[in-house]
């Protein structure tokens, strides 16, 4: 039993179980809670056990120094505790508040329009819906909501991709390279830079922005200072672009691999929301989470030493079988949107509103727009990251591009919001 848990864990960080993942996070999900005795991680991977922990006050976001990631982090709202957490979440929240999210609806869609026009002015018959779809859309996003100037989209694409790798657990020890610390490095040194500039440009002229929202949020007297307003930016950006990006294409991965779901989508827009809390739920952006116990437990039947680090596999709880019924089936009518897609506690994902909105538009228009889409199974390919999980190339084939399906764009009045 040892052995092949150990092996398990180290199967889960191995490259080659980035495509079919779900049989292993099965196996560790009903063998847990279990210590692996490589690493002396506490195993989670129930339901109702993930769920414990991650509202439990017995155990630690603070995973600064912990050694249980690939790269070291630094202080935001993923790893600290209350009060600090408490404090910038809810300073940072007021920029994330529905009434404020939904405002950017418009420009969403237009976005999505935009992408959809630049692949039918291709003339081409194939896509990857990666490289021109996918990752362009949150990007886009999140830097015009943070006032990032169009130009310099690339490279936070590119910066946000390097930060990724510093929520992995490092379940093989020695696995990381110092190439990935270096890119981590230099990408971090690349926000600071950039943010501080910006942040004092924003200070002196205010824009319709959420940076500025961010700037002029405040609390009985409380802002957020230029670090913590600098470190929010980051994980905004960095969340905001490779979770939603996976959300989408895992979506889309889904819909062409159930043609039933994506003919039901395409016959029933209203269906597209629940589309994408059933793919937090099949299959998350966010595979996994780690915490530190802050003094000693039990759950379930296993015991849990003060100072243990624990790994929730998030993905095998929202295929639970005790929560859910025929689990590992893509249904969008399921009705049941229970999930820990975005975690759960008060560490429940911040901007979880936008996500969740950007995926419904992305997935409505995805359905409206392809005719007779086709997946090529031989072009996919994932990303290298444990936590996130998502394709790094997804190419289909489709006989047309309808845009008159879609909503008409949208306008910067419309929207109520400048667009960086």
Known sequence: MTTTLTTGLARLADQASRAHPYPLLEELREASPFTDPASGIVVVGRRADCETVLRSPR???????AG?????????????????????????????????????RPRV?????ELLA?????????????????????????????????????VFEKWAHSIAFTIDP?????????????????????????????????????????????????????????????????LLLVAGHETTANLILNGLLALLRRPDQLRLLRERPELAEAAVEEVLRYDAPTQMVTRIAREPFTLGDHEVAAGQPLLLLLAAANRDPRQHHEADSF???RGDPGHLGFAAGPHFCLGSVLARMEGAVALDAFAQAFVEPRLDEASLHYRPHVSVRGPDRLRITFQDIRLDTLPAAGTAGESEVGHG
């Open 109 to 113: 869609q237009a976005i999505v329009r």
């Open 59 to 65: 155990v630690s976001s603070n995973r600064l120094g």
């Open 170 to 234: 490092q379940l093989v020890p020695g696995e990381l390279t110092t190439e990935v610390e270096r890119n981590v490095d230099e990408a971090r040194a690349g926000f600071v830079g950039y943010f501080s500039r910006l942040i004092e440009e924003r200070k002196r002229e205010p824009r319709a922005d959420i940076l500025s929202e961010l700037i002029a949020a405040e609390e009985e007297g409380d802002h957020l200072g230029e670090r913590d307003l600098i470190l929010t930016c980051v």
């Open 331 to 333: 249904d969008i009518t």
């Open 118 to 154: 630049d692949i039918a002015a291709s003339g081409a018959d194939s896509v990857d819906m990666v490289s021109d779809f996918a990752y362009p859309l949150p990007v886009r996003v999140i830097c015009e909501m943070l006032g990032v100037p169009r130009e310099d989209h690339p």
């Open 68 to 104: 249980i990631t690939k790269v070291p982090q630094q202080p935001n709202l993923m790893n600290l505790d209350a009060p600090d957490h408490t404090r910038l979440r809810r300073l940072a929240g007021k920029a994330f508040k529905p009434r404020v999210i939904e405002r950017w």
